[in-house]
């Protein structure tokens, strides 16, 4: 096994990993996926987060084991990168690797973040208190995302965790990390592009152009034609790659 840890827990190094050593017989079930699961363990006063991520196939554990890094060592490493840079995301803890000769499984351990929403309830109740305020403020923590370079290639709807802060001000925290690009500069295009996954409702795409167009310095006409065009585009392919899915199933 190949583990690493951050600084601040090597205290708690034994205790996590026994967690991941009792990984399917222990600790609190958070959420039970298709690829991945994330159970929740106590931990001297914290509360781990530790995903497990899905076995992957043959092709990807050679690929995992000599050409690139796991998705549990991504994520930990793009964790660490994202809190250097003043970004939201839990507190990252430790990640491991299991190797029988190449890549079996991994794992990735961060602090359990309690969050007031998801960008999701903006999508699915208009009428949140706040609501246009947290998305004012979601969108300039996307344009600081965007100004450090980064890339999130899945900022999706779920993806974002929101902590009400004070009266008025929120706290935004990225989570599922293991998929990220980083540009020494961004541009406008890249920059909308990544937005157009989170939703097509037009309410909220005028409001984020609206935003995004005044942190950027340009105009909102501009800013909000391309949203449109991006976001159409993403559900024309989302909706394509459905019923390809179903043909496939259809004919096996």
């Keep these: 096994m190949h583990e690493v840890y951050h600084q601040n827990f090597l205290k708690q190094k034994d205790a996590i990993k026994d967690c991941i050593a009792n990984f399917e017989a222990n600790g609190i079930e958070f959420v039970n996926g298709k690829r991945n699961k994330i159970k929740l363990f106590e931990l001297d006063g914290i509360t781990a987060n530790i995903k497990s991520f899905k076995i992957p196939n043959i092709i990807n554990k050679v690929a995992y084991t000599f050409f690139r890094h796991s998705k549990a060592r991504r994520s930990y490493e793009f964790a660490t990168l994202l809190i250097e840079k003043g970004i939201g995301t839990p507190q ?5 690797e299991n190797f029988k000769g190449v890549l079996y499984d991994s794992y990735y351990v961060s602090e359990q973040l309690n969050a007031d929403l998801t960008f ?27 100004e450090n370079g980064i890339e999130f290639l899945d900022h999706t709807p779920g993806n974002t965790l929101i902590k009400k802060r004070a009266d008025g001000e929120y706290d935004f925290f990225l989570v599922d990390l293991n998929r990220m690009q980083f540009h020494k500069s961004m541009t406008l295009e890249q920059r909308i592009k990544n937005l157009s996954k989170l939703t097509p409702n037009r309410d909220l795409v005028e409001v984020m152009s609206d935003e995004y167009a005044k942190l950027y310095g340009k105009s909102y006409e501009e800013v909000l034609k391309m949203m449109i065009t991006e976001t159409e585009a993403f559900r024309d392919r989302f909706y394509r790659k459905k019923r390809i899915k179903k043909q496939l199933k259809f004919w096996k």
């Excluded at 990252?92 to 491991?96: G, L, N, R």
């Excluded at 949140?128 to 979601?138: A, C, E």
Aim: glycine letters at 0%; proline letters at 6%.
């Design 92 to 96: 990252p803890i430790a990640y491991f």
């Design 120 to 146: 999701r309830e903006l999508t699915t109740d208009l009428n949140y208190p706040d609501h246009n305020k947290i998305l004012r403020q979601f969108i300039q923590f996307s344009y600081n995302l965007h």
